[in-house]
């Protein structure tokens, strides 16, 4: 039976070195941002390539959703499908995800504001996505009645084989040493919309720390910073940092 990984993040994260990192064991197969079509086609945002986005993806999500449900590519034992919270928009369905294995990817706020605005300067709270990701953490913790794996951004890369070997254990899944590493270069696996965004990370060859950099937001972004704070700490409260560091 494929254990099928639902990872739920926010935009401005490492969720596409995550999906490095799954796809690069010998078991796992990957799948990027299946709604985000669907998201684009409910919205009617104009996001880049957008009309490349809505031509390579199912357009109804019950349609994508069925999928995510189905026959693994490859049939792989392992399915780590990265999803993005803010594409589970009103009339987007998740019924579905309590049949998957959910896990979730975190980044503090602050974070995630300074690099947002430094690609789009249109922000809220919605954009960012931590309420969704924070109701999407409650339902799944409800549905499984106990609370999901979670990992924060700045754990994996200060630590990346104690949290992913935290992690693996939470999903009942051995730990692989190929997580930690991979090949630079173009996926087959990346949507389409790559070119647009998979610079850097097309670059990459495992979990590098980011160079320091001033968190010192804009005086307008203080406050969206602490609205988004209690969310954000309702899940990291429960993330897994591996046995030589747990908090």
Not at 43 to 63: C, F, R
Not at 64 to 90: I, N, S, T
Not at 213 to 226: C, G, I, Y
Request: charged content about 20%; glycine content about 4%; aromatic content about 8%.
């Amino acid at each position: 039976m494929t254990l099928r990984i639902a990872m739920w993040s926010g935009p401005r994260n490492i969720s596409t070195a995550m999906m490095r990192s799954f796809e690069n064991r010998n078991d796992c197969a990957v799948s990027d941002e299946p709604f985000y079509a669907a998201f684009l086609a409910k919205t009617g945002l104009h996001h880049p390539m957008y009309k490349e986005v809505l031509a390579s993806q199912p357009n109804d999500w019950k349609d994508v959703a069925a999928d995510m449900l189905g026959e693994a590519p490859d049939r792989a034992a392992v399915w780590y499908q990265k999803h993005m919270c803010h594409h589970m928009v009103e009339g987007i369905g998740t019924d579905w995800m309590d049949d998957c294995t959910n896990a979730f990817l975190i980044r503090d706020p602050v974070d995630v504001i300074a690099s947002y605005i430094r690609k789009h300067s249109d922000i809220d709270l919605n954009a960012i996505g931590v309420i969704k990701q924070a109701e999407m953490f409650d339902r799944a913790a409800q549905a499984s009645g106990s609370p999901p794996p979670v990992v924060d951004t700045a754990d994996v890369l200060a630590s990346p084989r104690n949290v992913l070997t935290a992690l693996c254990e939470a999903l009942a899944l051995p730990f692989s040493e190929r997580m930690l590493s991979w090949p630079s270069g173009k996926r087959p696996s990346d949507g389409v919309w790559a070119p647009a965004w998979y610079d850097v990370v097309e670059t990459s060859t495992g979990f590098a720390r980011p160079a320091p950099q001033s968190k010192e937001l804009p005086t307008h972004l203080h406050k969206l910073a602490d609205e988004a704070r209690p969310y954000y700490e309702s899940m990291a409260q429960h993330r897994l940092t591996g046995s030589e560091n747990q908090s």
